[in-house]
């Protein structure tokens, strides 16, 4: 073999071993980020799941306001037609008391005519 030949072929076997060990090294990066990546989806999928369960949360949190506004309208009004209800009754048993107290002096000076005659 010529001079050259052999430090060429060590030179060569160098390289291989260069590439080998740099592909070794470049899937052992792979790998670790291909694992990190994992890590992340799951985490961003935990996140959007939390999200999803606030959201639902927030959605029924609205829809119970909602029902309760209902009902406090509801409640409102009929507070409002029993308080007239009560003023009207009211209004009727001073009327009562005033009728029967005319009633009673009209009754009184009715028999006083009768009397002297």
């Known amino acids: 073999m ?4 052999i430090p060429a072929l060590v030179t060569a076997l160098c390289m291989m071993f ?10 052992m ?7 990190q990546l994992s890590v992340l989806e ?6 959007l799941n939390r999200l999803k369960a ?7 949190a ?18 409002k037609y029993l308080r007239n209800k009560i003023e ?6 001073l009327a009562r008391r005033e009728r029967t107290e005319i009633g009673s002096t009209v ?3 009715a028999d006083a005519r009768k009397v002297k005659m």
């Open 29 to 35: 990066r792979l790998s670790s980020l291909e694992k």
């Open 18 to 27: 260069m590439v080998v060990a740099a592909k070794i090294i470049t899937t």
């Open 88 to 93: 009207e009754n009211d209004k009727e048993v």
């Open 42 to 47: 799951r985490l961003r999928q935990e996140s």
């Open 54 to 60: 606030l959201e639902n949360e927030k959605a029924i």
């Open 107 to 109: 009754g009184t000076a």
């Open 2 to 5: 010529d001079s050259y030949e």
């Open 62 to 79: 609205n829809a119970n306001l909602y029902v309760l506004t209902n009902k406090k309208l509801v409640f409102i009004k009929r507070q």
